[in-house]
């Protein structure tokens, strides 16, 4: 059958009107062979429009005529699967939470680390008054965003607005809310830049509008504003340092990722192939949403988008495909100020005073009086008391600390994610990586059709060099900066400041040409680590320590990773079908590393109570949701690990020279593992729970009140599917998950235009618990079962579950 003849009887069994079927061969691709009919749609009309096909699990492929069309939309389909959730962002960024919500209750995180509302709306409304994003919209291209950003932004706003007032809310958690209302293109701007200062002044929204001057001596206590140091002391280095090496850590992030791709040498068709998995939040704005965005000769993508963000951020077309991994990089510094000893409000700059600038900013509070704070910024940045509970920056009579976050002036993100887009190669996603240097906290890992690989850590960093280290760091910074990358740089010097390099689009970041950047090798892998061993057989070297560490301890995720995916790179000839197997085996590496000493130990710890020891004994060391013993190993190894320091946990140690296999050999006599293995045996029984419960009947979520259980590990276990679930044994154990895999995708290329793809959304497209894709995706995820991807058209037409969509502004 003639392919115009095929869709027009499609069309005519899906009894869609006459004016959608012209709207919808006018948004085929010209291969198709349709006629062109939008203009005369768009006449009608005089609005914006576009065509969106669903296909099995709510995936929404959308066609318009260009970005405005295409950002028209998207902002339609994603209010139809995430209005409430989308809502409840807007209402963050315009610094109204303690309004409708209350002072102090607490965000979700997705857009800041705020810990309660009040800081949340001191912080964004100060954004807002300050007028930062609209000053970055007007910045022009490369620095700005550019003309096809600012047209998919004023789209995406008004598809979101023409849902709103063309459906009823059926979500319960926004139905009938007064804080649901209209957005315009500057609020989908403000939720980008918010995105983008999540790793620098997002971090400290807190320690930003707490900040305030020291108070005198004699100022009684009821005269302080909240968060007012009265404290002379310095920070000490050494706590300090520890503290950044934390926060810093990979390991203690909320969100992290794993992504490999394979070159054609090792595979099975001599092209790329490509699994990408992030880490990313179960709940709340920060999850993703799956489309496929083609405007006809233009642009034609597939994968996931960030709520609330205008393009797809990791996907795939037919000849590329790409995901990213959080990265090492420290997106912020810190200027220590010397204080004019006549004003807490003044430093020294070379000699001279100069005043900081005044913020005062007032919210609403729900049933209280408004509140006013004043923000304290500098020439480097704002002035932060701290950076979360862990860090304290005290501002005392002679010293005050200011933030630099060269993501605050980056509103390029989703420029960089069109340019990977519209690529046709990795040569041209280098191109697209250096021409918009727009990712503020991720590499990039991808594949081509043409069978090369990369990786590439191309992110928004302050320029901090290790020589502007040595020359300008304080006692402070030279404490911290060694054990974790953040810099203390001394603010009475105009000549310590990060300098600009050769094709940075923006001041103070570091050019393309200072990235770490890996063409072409068998495999490049990463699961947040630094770039040291993207190959474990070609070690990065020479990039700067704000970008990561080198020859230090690896993850076991990583080292589990890269002894996985390195020899599935030397036994080559590999598929589709070996990534989806890697991305589900739930290999532990920490119990191939300890699970038969621990076993063998178990007799000496608990006389007399074989249970425990055969149990463990006897597991798979998987953690399959039917695995048995996963449960008790992981309540264990969590309890011993948090408990013993990484050099009393192992007895042979870390050696740069076998990074994959150091540290090793389980130290069965340090104090922590006795009492480890105890608590966790004692825990599970006082709990009703079997030893040898099968993992999946004790992690698991309810989704409208059906358990699905859930398989997959924590960060400590190493494993590749990881699962970070909520431990409340009174409702059955893990009870939910906070984060872990998310969009998943498998790809390769057989040589036609269309790519084959699989993919998997793990907490399903839409929060809505009335929606057929609450949690339809999610039962997949628990079965290892994956979706076929419909990427051309005559796949996406052969869809048993095709619904055509036609909106209009």
Avoid at 6 to 26: D, E, I, M, P, Q
Avoid at 753 to 781: G, I
């Amino acid at each position: 059958m003639h392919f115009r003849t095929f869709f027009a009887a499609r069309l005519k069994r899906l009894a869609l009107l006459g004016a959608a079927l012209a709207t919808v061969t006018a948004s085929l691709p010209a291969s198709a062979g349709v006629a062109t009919a939008a203009a005369d749609v768009e006449a009608r009309d005089h609005g914006l429009s576009a065509v969106i096909r669903y296909t099995e699990y709510g995936i929404p492929h959308i066609v318009a005529k260009d970005y405005a069309n295409l950002g028209f939309g998207t902002g339609w389909a994603q209010a139809a699967d995430q209005v409430c959730t989308l809502a409840d962002g807007f209402v963050t960024l315009d610094g109204e939470r303690s309004r409708w919500f209350g002072a102090d209750a607490a965000p979700d995180g997705s857009l800041s680390a705020a810990s309660k509302n009040i800081s949340s709306d001191l912080f964004f409304r100060g954004v807002k008054d300050a007028g930062t994003v609209e000053a970055l919209v007007a910045t022009p291209a490369p620095a700005g965003p550019s003309r096809q950003l600012k047209e998919l932004m004023r789209g995406w706003a008004a598809g979101y607005n023409a849902w709103l007032r063309k459906n009823r809310i059926t979500d319960p958690a926004c139905a009938g809310q007064e804080w649901v209302r209209p957005v315009t293109a500057l609020d989908v701007a403000r939720r980008g830049w918010a995105l983008a200062v999540l790793g620098g002044e997002g971090r400290a929204v807190d320690g930003i509008t707490v900040a305030q001057p020291p108070a005198a001596p004699t100022a009684p206590a009821t005269s302080v504003a909240p968060g007012t140091a009265r404290t002379t002391e310095s920070p000490d280095p050494a706590r300090t340092a520890a503290a950044a090496r934390e926060l810093f850590s990979a390991e203690n992030s909320t969100m992290g990722s794993n992504a490999v791709a394979f070159h054609g040498s090792t595979t099975a068709g001599g092209r790329g192939l490509l699994l990408g998995n992030p880490h990313y939040p179960w709940q709340g704005g920060r999850r993703f949403w799956q489309s496929q965005q083609t405007i006809p000769g233009e642009l034609n993508v597939s994968g996931a988008t960030l709520l609330g963000s205008t393009l797809v951020s990791i996907g795939f077309n037919d000849k590329v495909a790409w995901s990213h991994t959080v990265a090492t990089g420290v997106a912020l510094n810190m200027h220590q100020l010397t204080l004019d000893p006549a004003d807490p409000t003044a430093y020294l700059v070379d000699g001279r005073p100069e005043r900081m600038t005044r913020r005062t900013v007032t919210v609403a509070v729900k049933d209280g009086a408004p509140v006013t704070r004043t923000q304290w910024w500098t020439r480097y940045g704002p002035v932060v008391t701290g950076i979360g509970t862990g860090l304290p920056l005290p501002w005392t009579a002679t010293t005050a600390f200011a933030m630099n976050d060269p993501n605050a002036a980056n509103l390029r993100a989703s420029d960089t994610a069109l340019g990977l887009a519209k690529s046709r190669s990795t040569d041209d996603m280098v191109k697209a990586l250096a021409g918009t240097q727009g990712l503020p906290w991720v590499n990039t890992i991808a594949a081509d059709a043409a069978g090369h690989t990369l990786f590439a850590q191309a992110q928004v960093l302050p320029r901090i060099t290790d020589d502007l280290v040595a020359r300008c760091s304080t006692p402070l910074g030279r404490a911290t900066y060694p054990s974790s990358g953040f810099a203390v740089l001394d603010g009475s010097r105009g000549d310590c400041v990060p300098g600009s390099d050769p094709g940075a689009v923006q001041p103070g970041i570091f050019g393309p040409a200072r990235m770490p950047l890996l063409r072409d090798a068998p495999y490049v892998e990463n699961s947040n680590d630094s770039a040291w061993l993207a190959n474990a057989d070609r070690p990065f070297a020479g990039y700067e320590r704000v970008f990561g560490n080198i020859g230090t301890p690896r993850s076991l995720r990583t080292r589990g990773a890269v002894e996985d995916v390195a020899a599935m790179a030397a036994r080559g000839g590999l598929t589709v079908a070996d990534l989806q197997r890697q991305q589900f085996a739930n290999r532990v590496p920490a119990a191939d590393l300890a699970a038969a000493d621990t076993a063998r130990a178990c007799a000496t710890v608990l006389p007399g109570d074989p249970e425990p020891c055969r149990v463990l004994g006897a597991w798979d060391r998987t953690a399959n949701a039917d695995s048995r013993g996963a449960l008790l190993f992981d309540r264990f190894w969590r309890r011993f690990t948090a408990a013993a320091p990484l050099a009393e946990q192992w007895r042979v140690p870390f050696s740069a020279a076998d990074p994959v296999r150091t540290p090793n050999t389980l130290n069965t006599d340090s104090p922590a593992f006795a009492k480890a293995l105890k608590d966790a045996v004692a825990e599970l029984r006082a709990a009703g729970i079997p030893l040898d419960a099968p993992l999946g009947e004790h992690q698991f979520v309810v989704r409208n009140g059906v358990r699905i259980p859930v398989g997959g590990g924590t960060e400590a276990l190493g494993v590749w599917n990881k699962t970070e679930a909520v431990w409340n044994p009174a409702a059955g154990g893990y009870a939910e998950v906070a984060h872990g895999s998310s969009h998943i995708q498998a790809v390769d290329w057989d040589g036609s235009r269309c790519p084959v793809a699989r993919t998997l959304l793990t907490y399903s497209q839409s929060s809505n618990p009335a929606s057929p894709h609450y949690s339809d995706q999610t039962r997949l995820f628990s079965d290892e079962r994956w979706v076929t991807s419909r990427f051309c058209e005559k796949d996406i037409l052969r869809s048993p579950d095709l619904r055509v969509v036609v909106v209009r502004g």
